[in-house]
Each structure stands twice: as C-alpha cells, then as structure tokens.
C-alpha cells in the first residue's frame, strides 16, 4: 500500500502545462526531500527531479518540482507526446524507516 | 558504460527462496549506496531494500523485513539480494538501482520473480 498520494491520471495536449500533486504527511513529505521518477512504457524508470526541484543532467527544463509543507507537485509545462508516462513520487519515511512512492499518475497527451 | 545486470530470478513455489544478482560495470560499485526497487506487473513502484557503500548498513521495507537479505561484494562489483519465504506477493520485476533518488541514479533492466505453485 502506498503511502504518498497522487491523482491517478492527468492529460493535457501538446503545449500545455500538467501538474501532478503528491500528497504525504509530517513523517515523510513534511520533514525530507521529494523525488520524482518517470517510467515510460516497458522501460525501467528515470529520476526527473531531486530535492525537491533539482533537475539531474539531461532533463529538460520544462519538468520542474515544488513542495511545500506535506505536499509537492510536479509541473510539466509545454507538454510533449514523449511526456507519456506514468510519474511516481517518493520521499524518505521517518517513521517506517524506509523510501515511499506514491500511487502513480499517468500523463496522457491529448 | 555504466551498465547494471540483473540475474537470478525465475519461477519458484511459495515458500521458496531465491538470489538476484546484480553485476555492475563501468563504474566502481564501492563508491555508491546500492538498492533493490520492485514493481508488480500493472503496478506501483515499491522501494525494498538498500545497504550503504561498504556493506556495514541495511534497511529493508516492513514488508520484506525478516525474509529478504540485501549484500554486496564490492571486489566482485556485485550486489545480491536473498528472497527467503517467498509469497505471492512477492512476485514482482526486481530493479537493481545505484544511487536511487541521487544525482547518479542509475536503474538495471530488472528481473521477473514469479511465485506461484
């Protein structure tokens, strides 16, 4: 069972800006870093952001991430028909001394 | 090139036990905290376990405590992970993963366990 919490599925269509939300709580989201991760289909995944906002080399910058308090959310803007795929959030527990995804959200271009 | 290769899964009852491996090249693996990631066909990520740099730490998810065993051989550059008392549940494609959530995150192809009598 997953302990961070994202909307199933999000669309928009080419050009546009898609957030998707990651809900947690004050022994994970509210007291470390938030990471997200997209998996296009049958391929393994491929870290977006770090820390909360930091791209790793060769991410475009029309991924970029926020948090705030036991949330954090992942904005693509200018959206492309590569962008298809699901994206997983996932942040440190405290309290289950372990790493959390979330439910996952596919992005699907219109 | 950076590579992870994922081995030893298969088929097995429940109950059963299995090894994965995970052998590394073209980076030194005694340089990197290492991890296992799971995902069930159709399904969520779930994190599973991860030991630091020189094997003297280990943390695995409440749902593998007890049963699963992460370790590593850094002269042999490879990471195992021991599935003991496996069940259903269990089944799963197993990711080796350098570095998860790291500037040098690097993920292996996977492995397939299949539980099932």
């Known amino acids: 069972q997953s302990v961070l919490t994202q909307p199933p599925s999000a669309s928009g269509t080419p050009g546009q800006r898609v957030t998707i939300s990651c809900s947690g709580s004050?022994?994970?989201?509210?007291?470390?870093?938030v990471y997200w991760y997209q998996q296009l289909p049958g391929t393994a995944p491929k870290l977006l952001i770090y820390?909360?906002?930091r791209r790793p080399s060769g991410v475009p910058d029309r991924f970029s991430g926020s948090k705030s308090g036991t949330s954090a959310s992942l904005d693509i803007s200018g959206l492309q028909s590569e962008d298809e795929a699901d994206y997983y959030c996932t942040a440190w527990d405290g309290r289950l001394k372990g790493y959390v995804f979330g439910t996952g959200t596919t992005v699907t271009v219109l | 090139e950076v590579q992870l290769v994922e081995s030893g899964g298969g088929l097995v009852q429940p109950g059963g036990s299995l090894r994965l491996s995970c052998a590394a090249s073209g980076f030194i693996l005694s340089n990197y905290w290492m991890h296992w990631v799971r995902q069930a066909p159709g399904k969520g990520l779930v994190w599973v376990s991860r030991m630091n740099k020189d094997g003297s730490r280990t943390d695995h998810a409440d749902s593998v405590k007890g049963r699963f065993t992460i370790s590593r051989d850094n002269a042999k550059n490879t990471l195992y992970l021991q599935l003991n008392s496996l069940r259903a549940e269990d089944a799963a494609l197993y990711y080796c993963?350098?570095?998860?959530?790291?500037?040098?995150?690097?993920w292996g192809q996977g492995i397939l366990v299949t539980v099932s009598s």
């Open positions: 820390n909360n906002y």
């Open positions: 993963v350098r570095d998860f959530v790291g500037a040098e995150d690097y």
């Open positions: 004050s022994s994970n989201i509210g007291v470390d870093n």
